[in-house]
């Protein structure tokens, strides 16, 4: 599939729109306003005496002022934009049937290639996050270990404080924790080394 992104999409435009814009500034545009002129003017000079008696002078002429205004500034702008407007759609139009009929019908494969690159982007970090669960739980196994040692110690020895051996298995569940949060800091300051190396 052909893949253009807006940037050259609105250089496109930009570049018709100049074109268009150049050629009815220096043809198109005044052709029209002097047609329009010479209706006008031809309009003024059939029109029967009695308007010229009816009306005031100055009433003619502000009449006649505002339809060369209109005529020299706003009708040439409105056709340009006219213009200009037709042809970026016309442009569009014939981008879009070059690209493909819909503009969404690759959307499923995009989204099919997106879901593969997602999975191949976080596969490290999954393999991380399973390594980090792994050393976490043979941790706790091993914090166990020690803490089943300390009671059957605490058990076969006669006497030891029973509130030393509470004081040690409460320590030996903190240690887990330590050694948990030591794995998860000790991995990311290993990434962060990498990413800077």
Not at 93 to 109: K, L, Q, Y
Request: charged share 15%.
């Amino acid at each position: 599939m052909f893949m253009v992104d807006d940037d050259v999409l609105s250089g496109l435009d930009a570049i018709a729109e100049k074109a268009v814009f150049h050629f009815l500034i220096t043809s198109f545009a005044p052709r029209v306003t002097k047609t329009l002129h010479e209706r006008l003017l031809g309009m003024v000079m059939n029109a029967s005496m009695s308007l010229f008696y009816t009306s005031g002078a100055g009433s003619i002429a502000n009449r006649f002022g505002r339809d060369i205004e209109l005529i020299d500034m706003v009708v040439p702008l409105l056709l340009i934009h006219t213009v200009i407007t037709i042809f970026v759609i016309v442009a569009r139009g014939v981008f879009i049937a070059v690209t493909g009929t819909c503009p969404f019908c690759s959307e499923r494969d995009f989204l099919e290639q997106n879901d593969e690159l997602v999975c191949v982007i976080q596969r490290p970090a999954y393999f991380l996050l399973g390594v980090q669960r792994w050393l976490g739980l043979v941790l706790h196994l091993v914090v166990c270990g020690i803490a089943i040692i300390l009671a059957k110690i605490a058990v076969k020895a006669k006497g030891l404080d029973v509130r030393l051996i509470g004081l040690a298995l409460v320590s030996v569940v903190g240690l887990s924790g330590e050694l948990k949060w030591l794995i998860i800091h000790w991995a990311r300051l290993e990434m962060s080394a990498e990413a800077v190396t």
